[in-house]
């Protein structure tokens, strides 16, 4: 009985997450305790196959993972929506450990070019994918990450060193990177986990959503899941 009241219970979150899904349930005549039982496990088993499928996976990971913040954040009210160059301007130098030195990077790299905004973009992209599980759960882990394919960022085994030559350039997005680990909200690219150039077209953004335009960059999420899909 225990296991039939949890298995309902789960199924009520979930359908309340889906947007008030609703299915009848038909319970059996029979005489059979078991029958009745396992007909009504069924039943909430299929409504909750319903309702999960109908929830946005985005909307999910928001709900069911932490963001990954800096654990030391002292001033994260302090921190603007979206960061600008003047706002920059006014911050010391930034500084920290091997993942924002991963982050620097990347950003460096991916994006140094762009304008503030277009980086904190680039940023969020990373740490969306440090939140979402398809993903390494770190920001160096999502920067280096690769397969027989390749990398997932080009310039991390395009095969030349990868040096810093613009010394004024780098500590500008080490500030991106550093307000971003602290806790800027990620409010540019809707939860994107994928970007590319404006003049490449990859056969995957052709079923991806785009999210957001920014600078250089277009930005996706994966397709949202409907319980029709």
Avoid at 19 to 46: C, F, H, I, K, Y
Avoid at 131 to 143: L, Y
Wanted: glycine fraction near 8%; proline fraction near 4%; charged fraction near 20%.
């Amino acid at each position: 009985m225990s296991v039939l009241k949890s298995w309902t219970g789960g199924a009520i979150v979930l359908l309340a997450l889906a947007g008030g899904l609703r299915a009848e349930v038909t319970v059996s005549q029979s005489n059979d305790p078991s029958e009745v039982a396992e007909q009504g496990l069924m039943s909430v088993l299929w409504q909750e196959r319903s309702a999960m499928s109908a929830i946005d996976k985005r909307r999910v990971t928001a709900l069911t993972m932490a963001p990954a913040h800096s654990k030391t954040v002292a001033r994260k009210g302090a921190l603007p929506g979206v960061l600008s160059a003047s706002w920059l301007a006014q911050q010391p130098k930034a500084s920290g450990g091997k993942q924002f030195e991963c982050l620097s990077k990347a950003l460096y790299f991916e994006a140094r070019g762009e304008g503030v905004k277009g980086q904190q973009a680039v940023a969020e992209v990373i740490l969306n994918r440090v939140d979402d599980p398809r993903f390494p759960g770190s920001i160096c882990g999502v920067v280096h990450q690769s397969n027989s394919r390749g990398c997932q960022f080009s310039w991390y085994c395009d095969g030349r060193a990868d040096a810093v030559h613009n010394s004024s350039a780098f500590a500008r997005v080490g500030k991106v990177a550093r307000a971003m680990i602290d806790g800027a909200p990620r409010s540019l690219t809707d939860g994107a986990t994928y970007f590319h150039t404006r003049n490449s077209y990859p056969r995957w953004s052709r079923v991806f959503d785009k999210t957001a335009a920014i600078g250089h960059h277009l930005f996706y999420a994966d397709p949202i899941r409907t319980a029709s899909n």
